[in-house]
């Protein structure tokens, strides 16, 4: 007997809760899941670029660290948190536009953070943690991985 991926018999506890989880808490779940591998992949790519890379600035660690994340972002949340929703040629584009203004956001503060106020990247990471997540869930689930708006098939 083959097992397909996500079957009941490939993952029988998950299974078994899944009829008791509202659909929307599940995608909220995967996301959550997603983004905390991706959110302490970004945070140990940030430390790393400090220490190993000294006379680097907190805000440079960050644009580096951005860019290692940014692919296996878009893998991860297209293929776990959004895997449900159709593909369309325009989910990369419209990743990349939405990255971008997480891009600003995120060195931005830690620019702000680290070069005028003063303060430690660490505080720069924090701020990442809290503000990228609410705001990028919004845009995946809204815009960048969202469903056909009509039943022509149309996006």
């Avoid at 878009?74 to 419209?94: C, I, K, M």
């Amino acid at each position: 007997m083959r097992l397909e991926a996500g079957s009941a018999a490939t993952y029988p506890v998950t299974a078994a809760i899944a009829p008791l989880v509202p659909a929307p808490l599940r995608r909220v779940m995967r996301y959550g899941c997603v983004g905390l591998a991706v959110s302490l992949l970004y945070s140990l790519a940030v430390i790393g670029c400090v220490r190993a890379l000294h006379p680097i600035s907190p805000t440079g660690a960050s644009v580096i660290a951005f860019i290692v994340t940014l692919p296996i972002s878009y893998l991860a949340h297209g293929r776990v948190s959004f895997a449900d929703r159709p593909y369309d040629t325009f989910q990369p584009l419209r990743f990349v536009f939405s990255t971008a203004v997480s891009f600003i956001v995120a060195v931005g503060g830690m620019y702000w953070i680290t070069e005028i106020a003063g303060q430690s990247y660490l505080f720069g990471i924090v701020w990442t943690w809290l503000i990228i997540p609410a705001l990028n869930f919004l845009a995946y689930m809204f815009w960048v991985f969202r469903t056909t708006r009509n039943k022509g098939g149309a996006k």
